[in-house]
Structure formats: C-alpha cells, structure tokens
C-alpha cells in the first residue's frame, strides 16, 4: 500500500481522520446547550456512546493501520462496536420503548465488548459478525417498519446505503488498488463512505423535529396524495 514520509498505509491512516471530527463535534452538540434537541435520557446517552465511540474510531483504526496485526486489530474493531450497538439502542428508544431502549444499552454494549474478546482468545468471528450484521439488517427494516417519532427519518436509510457501499468498495479493495494504479485503494475509499453516516446523522439529528402524525414509512408511501 501507499506509505509517504515514512508512514505505513497512508492512505488508510489519513481516510479515518473524519471519523475524529465529526465524532467530537457530534458528541460536543449532544451536551451544548441541547443543539440536537434530545429529549430522553436514553437518547443522550445513547447517542453520546455513538459519538465517542465514532471518535474513537479515528484512533483505534490508525493504531492498527499503522502496524497491522491481529493485537492491534481489537483497536480497530472495539469503538466500531461500540458505534454499532449503541446505534442499536438507539433505534429501539425511538421506534419501540424509551424504557426498553435505555436497558438495552449496557447490554448491547456488553454483547459488544464479548463478541470482541471472543475473537481475540477463541479465534471465532462469528459473534462479532452477528453484532456488526443484526443492525445492518434491523434498522433499515425497522426504519421501514415502524413509525419514526421524529421527522427526516429517510436519513437512517440514507447512511444504511453508505455503509452498504462502504463493504462493496472494501470488498473490491485490489481491483480498484490497481485501477487507481496502486494509489488508492478499496479499503481507503471504505473509510471515507462510512465517515459520511455518522454525518448523515448528526444533519438529521439537526434537521428533525417530533413526527406528530406518527406512520411508518411504508405506511406514508401507502397514502393517496388525495389523502
């Protein structure tokens, strides 16, 4: 991979820079004055956890990328599950139960830093996969599903699109190396799509306000413009 003035990887070092700013402005708009207008607790928390744990990203992922090794993977891998679960957590405060949702979170959280550890001293990815791949899965059809109790909704399947292309670039990671003629490759690109989610995020926490006809989106789409 690429290395300039005697950094390894530069590249993919460079790329996971996004994930600090963005994760510090975001965790700092949670608190100041309220910016993001959260209501519930569970949300506060809830999205103080995603934030710091998009922060940390930017960290743990260049340590590893630095000196690539399974040691310095966990790095890489924790604060992501971190960002996941509590996204998780978040989604169920908002379209299932406040209470519930806040429960969750330690849990989640829990399940996370497990499926870790599990990796680390059993060899096994399959926990960790499951954690990454249930929320894939779940918020986009929960966003479908049930009824948003906020506007600019569309926003979750917006950054479910980008972390869905951010695996397909990563997957084509040497294909595009040597179409880039070794410059940049899938990986690097990987990291700049899965930055913009939490920017998507953050513009939709910014822009929504309370939902008071409260329908799903598939409900919405159902709706006669006569209606």
């Given at each position: ?5 005697g950094i390894?990887?530069t590249?993919?070092?460079?790329s996971?820079f996004?994930f600090?700013?963005i ?5 700092t708009?949670?608190?100041?004055r309220?910016y993001f207008?959260?209501?519930l607790?569970g949300?506060v928390?809830g999205?103080?956890c ?8 930017a ?5 590893y990328?630095l000196?690539?090794n399974d040691?310095n993977l966990v790095?890489d891998?924790?604060?992501?599950n ?15 139960a406040?209470?519930?949702g806040?429960?969750s979170i330690?849990p989640?959280?829990?399940a996370?830093?497990?499926?870790i550890l599990?990796w680390r001293?059993?060899d096994?990815?399959?926990p960790y996969?499951?954690?990454q791949?249930?929320p894939?899965i779940?918020i986009?059809?929960?966003a479908i ?5 906020y ?10 699109g980008?972390?869905l292309l951010a695996?397909v ?5 040497k294909?595009i ?17 899965s ?5 998507f ?18 409900e ?8």
């Open positions: 991979m690429f290395h300039f003035s390894p990887n590249l993919d070092v460079i996971i996004p600090l700013v994760g510090l402005i975001g965790f708009l949670c608190h100041h309220n207008r959260l209501r607790q949300e928390l999205w103080s995603f934030f710091i744990g998009v922060a940390a990203v960290i743990g992922s260049s340590y990328h000196k690539p040691a790095w891998r924790f604060p992501m971190i960002a996941f679960t509590s996204i998780m957590a978040i989604f169920i405060i908002e379209r299932i406040e209470r519930k806040t429960l330690i989640l959280l829990s996370g830093v497990v499926s599990y001293f059993f096994d990815l399959r996969a499951l954690v791949f249930v894939c779940a986009p059809v929960m599903l049930l009824p948003p109790m506007t600019h909704s569309t926003y979750w399947l917006w950054s479910a980008l972390y695996k670039v990563e997957a084509a990671d294909p190396y040597r179409g880039t003629l070794h410059v940049v490759g899938g990986h690097t690109l990987k990291h700049l799509f930055a913009m989610v939490p920017v995020l953050a513009l939709m926490l910014e822009k929504r306000h309370i939902k008071m006809d409260r329908r799903s989106q598939l919405s789409e159902k709706i006669s413009p006569t209606e």
